[in-house]
């Protein structure tokens, strides 16, 4: 079991930074990843990460702009989003993939989530 838990997410305008944390909870080696959902629109991927805070891999959207980051003594997973754009609103979501320590883009494969936060983006 593992528990996920959102934190860091808020207003900002388009060119911003901002800096989403997911503290983990639970036993076992497992990839991390995050993932966003805007308004109207279904959940896609932004990026993911192996056990070990490596491997990192990242949608075509927001490579260069944002770094996804794993903290290992907490198990504290982040997301560095900068030069923030309209089209990066919306609620991001944290997620576990026990079955396999690499992450991946693959929604499917991400068996806990958290329950998510929001990114409001203004011009």
């Known amino acids: 079991q593992v528990q996920l838990l959102e934190s860091g997410g808020g207003s900002a305008h388009a060119g911003d930074s901002l800096r989403l944390s997911c503290a983990a909870s639970?036993?076992?080696?497992?990839?991390m990843g995050w993932f966003r959902q805007a308004s109207g629109k279904e959940r896609e991927f932004v990026a993911s990460?192996?056990?070990?805070?490596?491997?990192?891999v990242y949608a075509p959207s927001v490579k260069g702009r944002f770094t996804i980051s794993r903290e290992k003594p907490n198990n504290t997973l982040f997301l560095q989003m900068n030069d923030l754009k309209i089209e990066d609103a919306g609620v991001y979501y944290c997620?576990?993939?026990?079955?396999?320590?690499?992450?991946?883009?693959?929604?499917?494969?991400?068996?806990?989530w958290g329950q998510g936060t929001r990114v409001t983006i203004s011009s």
């Open positions: 997620a576990a993939n026990t079955r396999q320590i690499m992450g991946g883009p693959e929604a499917d494969e991400y068996d806990y």
């Open positions: 639970g036993a076992g080696r497992y990839g």
């Open positions: 990460i192996s056990w070990i805070g490596g491997s990192p």
